[in-house]
């Protein structure tokens, strides 16, 4: 019996070793390929981790200089955020920061160089547009007329419809063309829901131009959506 098992324990091993002779170097190799893969994954989340962090150190220290009215730091900090961490949502943010107070302060030509990286930088394409309509702002402000009308004229997502189209009609009544701002101020009125208070405004630019938020409402209703 003992003779028996013996032979079937030796026949076993034989199978084994066989298969291993055949199997052996590609199972390896498989094996070593998941452990660097998982091995990089890791690796990889730890790098963003360590980028979340310390980039939202520097927005903070944006934040904590803007505060304090320190230009100096502001600026430094929000350089480092450009510089070395690019990718990230508060480098966009900082922007956006930056941006409104140079503006609160009279500094147009800062708040577009901010506005402006991030409009072509943010790591979030929602980031990018916002940048652009503020941006256009700005340059409504410098008298850039047609360089605030080329920050309109991309494609924007649907969100920003109406938005981009009350901000044109802006930038055209300025100009003085007056058939062109009241057509972007119609279409501003058509796309913002009735509860948004924001059409109120509209409203009250197109009685500035001589429409009847009335008769606009019964075009937007008459007229089919394009």
């Given at each position: 019996?003992?003779?028996?098992?013996?032979?079937?324990?030796?026949?076993?091993?034989?199978?084994?070793?066989?298969?291993?002779?055949?199997?052996?170097?590609?199972?390896?190799?498989?094996?070593?390929?998941?452990?660097?893969?998982?091995a990089a994954w890791n690796g990889y989340k730890f790098w963003q981790a360590r980028q979340a962090t310390q980039a939202a150190a520097l927005y903070e220290a944006v934040e904590i200089a803007v505060n304090a009215g320190d230009q100096t730091r502001w600026e430094q900090a929000f350089s480092d955020l450009r510089e070395k961490y690019a990718g990230t949502m508060q480098a966009s943010q900082a922007g956006f920061l930056v941006g409104k107070v140079e503006v609160s302060k009279g500094n147009m030509d800062a708040a577009k160089s901010a506005l402006t990286w991030v409009s072509q930088y943010a790591a979030d394409n929602g980031h990018k547009e916002l940048a652009r309509i503020r941006l256009s702002g700005v340059?409504?402000?410098?008298?850039?007329?047609?360089?605030?009308?080329?920050?309109?004229?991309?494609?924007?997502?649907?969100e920003y419809t109406a938005v981009v189209a009350d901000r044109k009609g802006d930038v055209l009544s300025v100009q003085g063309k007056r058939a062109e701002a009241v057509a972007e101020y119609v279409k501003a009125y058509k796309a913002f829901p009735d509860n948004v208070e924001y059409r109120r405004l509209v409203e009250v630019k197109l009685n500035a131009l001589g429409e009847r938020p009335q008769a606009v409402a019964v075009a937007a209703a008459l007229e089919p959506n394009k």
């Open positions: 019996m003992a003779n028996h098992l013996d032979l079937e324990e030796q026949e076993q091993l034989d199978q084994l070793k066989h298969f291993w002779n055949t199997w052996g170097t590609l199972i390896s190799s498989i094996l070593l390929v998941v452990v660097a893969a998982l340059l409504m402000a410098q008298k850039s007329y047609d360089e605030a009308l080329q920050q309109l004229s991309s494609p924007f997502s649907s």
